[in-house]
């Protein structure tokens, strides 16, 4: 079966090559454009297939508790800088774009926010 999915994904990243060279402005054009992105889609997920489907996985180890370590300054310090970075690039966004603009940098840039929120939380909890 992984053999199959490399040979046919190989085939349709194939086709997609092929179908770019017909990509213009026109009805044909687009439907080879389609014809493109849909082939290089599934011939990269069918290649993915067939070269990681049959990762060895290590076998599970018997479950000990993890000493549990108290965070460090510098966490706290990587954790102020994400915050600080955050800031910045919204407010520059804010004073160059307008306020649109940075309300979605900001959403983009939510899991940088939480994960720095996060940091300096637990390092300010456990003062």
Known sequence: MRR?????GAALIVI?????????????GLIAEVVTLM???AGVSLLLYGLLAGAARPAPR?????????PSSKEFTIGAAGLGL???LISGLAISAGWQWAA??????LPMIAGSAFLCGRF???R
């Open 16 to 28: 997609a090559f092929a179908a770019a060279t017909r990509v213009a402005d026109t009805r044909d």
């Open 62 to 70: 018997p479950s000990t508790p993890a000493p549990v370590r108290a």
């Open 104 to 109: 979605l940098g900001s959403v983009m840039l």
């Open 39 to 41: 082939a290089g889609l």
């Open 86 to 88: 955050a800031v910045l």
């Open 124 to 126: 300010l909890r456990t």
């Open 4 to 8: 199959l999915s490399l040979v046919a």
